[in-house]
């Protein structure tokens, strides 16, 4: 069983930065997918970015030139910059046991249980 755990959240002005981290213990094989979604208020789950074992990379629009995703092993992270305030959002580590990169939720079988993002005026 995969286990995910984040951390890094807080809050920042806008025009700030942050960086989150996502720890994945249980992973089985070599190849496998991780990435990183949020949720505001009221809004459903969006995909933000997304990382495989070879270090392909996928983001959002919304986020792109702003946030980027890395990973040490199986530690991803996630480093956000110029932070807007339509970037508060709990926000979710996910991953898969295979590779694909995808900003879908259904693609991804492990949930963390999120951290939260705050970002102010």
């Known amino acids: 069983q995969v286990q995910l755990v984040e951390s890094g959240g807080g809050s920042v002005q806008s025009g700030g930065s942050l960086r989150l981290s996502c720890t994945a213990s249980?992973?089985?094989?070599?190849?496998?997918?991780m990435a990183w979604f949020r949720q505001a208020p009221g809004k459903s789950r969006e995909g933000v970015a997304a990382?495989?074992?070879?270090?392909e990379t996928m983001y959002a629009d919304s986020v792109k030139g702003r946030f980027t995703v890395s990973r040490d092993k199986n530690i991803m992270y996630l480093q956000m910059n110029s932070l807007i305030l339509e970037d508060t959002a709990m926000y979710f580590c996910?991953?898969?046991?295979?590779?694909?990169?995808?900003?879908?939720?259904?693609?991804?079988?492990?949930w963390g249980q999120g951290t939260q993002v705050t970002v102010s005026s």
């Open positions: 996910a991953a898969r046991g295979r590779t694909g990169l995808y900003l879908l939720s259904w693609r991804y079988d492990y």
């Open positions: 990382i495989n074992t070879g270090g």
């Open positions: 249980g992973f089985t094989g070599n190849s496998n997918s």
